[in-house]
């Protein structure tokens, strides 16, 4: 569209709203105001809202033809299940399902598959095989993480030996890093109010750089990767190697493994 176009458009626009009557008859609307404000609502959502991730709904298993009842979230993105047969063909569906003649997944038999489907609530899934097999059944969600401290972690012989808070490397990071050690000597980190850019692919890292400010300081000091981030948002509880070595836990570096670079960083105090 033309800029002529578009300043005839936006006059109309603001002619026929000032002839609508109101209040405010006398003044004419911002014609942008509510583009404006459905972005800052998008803004807030996307900001309330995890990068997405697979969570387990439930592990079923059987031998033969079975009819199974899982619970998926109202609010999941996505649902799959993945499945191991042994035997002939196996073969799931959804009742009812909208075309029989279409079913969610099937593969020959021993072999293993993966099928996905949107459908939330309360479903019926059929299983049609010969021999023995197993699904699992996870959804995906964006809701917050919201893990309460391992009970090891309130224990009376337990202590907390450093915290930091996350500050910003090449994205943002806000919330808690705490580093405790459990009665039976074992590490644990918590985050609290935990929150960084959405994105998949994120992981732990346990660092001897004091305070990393770049990704190239981050990739350059000693480190151990040994957990993927649960969540982007939300407090959760992460359990250290065996081996792990509290003096040499410096910082908590969260790593983006697909471009490469230090999200965020807390440096343990």
């Known amino acids: ?16 709203a000032a002839g609508c009557g109101g209040e405010d ?16 609502a998008n803004s807030a959502r996307v900001r309330s809202e995890a990068a997405p991730r697979w ?7 059987g031998s033969g033809d079975a009819t199974k009842t899982v619970r998926i979230d ?7 299940v993945r499945w191991r ?13 909208p075309d029989e003649g279409n079913p969610l997944g099937s ?27 197993r699904a699992v059944v996870q959804e995906q969600v964006t809701d917050p993480v919201a893990e309460p401290p391992l009970p090891a972690m309130k224990a009376k012989d337990a202590k907390v030996l450093a915290k930091g808070r996350f500050y910003d490397v090449e994205r943002r990071g806000r919330g808690t890093a705490a580093l405790h050690e459990l009665p039976n000597g ?35 000091s000693d480190h ?30 969260i790593w983006c493994e697909p471009i490469r670079i230090a999200y965020t960083a807390a440096a343990l105090r």
């Open 1 to 16: 569209m033309s800029a002529r176009a578009v300043t005839a458009v936006l006059a109309t626009a603001m002619a026929a």
């Open 25 to 40: 008859a006398g003044e004419a609307p911002d014609p942008f105001t509510a583009v404006e404000q459905n972005e800052q």
């Open 55 to 61: 969570e387990s709904v439930t592990t079923l298993r």
């Open 74 to 80: 109202p609010d999941a993105v996505q649902w799959r």
């Open 85 to 97: 047969c042994s035997k002939g063909r196996f073969q799931v569906s959804q009742k009812p399902a």
């Open 107 to 133: 593969g020959r038999c021993p072999g293993e598959g993966e099928a996905e489907a949107i459908d939330t609530g309360e479903l019926e899934l059929a299983v049609q095989t010969e021999g023995r097999w």
């Open 186 to 220: 074992r590490l644990a980190l918590r985050f609290e109010d935990f929150s960084t850019s959405n994105n998949t692919d994120l992981f732990v890292w346990l660092s001897e750089a004091a305070r990393p400010r770049t990704t190239k300081q981050a990739l350059r």
């Open 224 to 253: 151990q990767e040994f957990a993927l981030l649960k969540a982007t948002l939300g407090s959760q509880n992460y359990l250290l190697p065996k081996d792990a070595d509290a003096d040499s836990i410096r910082s908590i570096v």
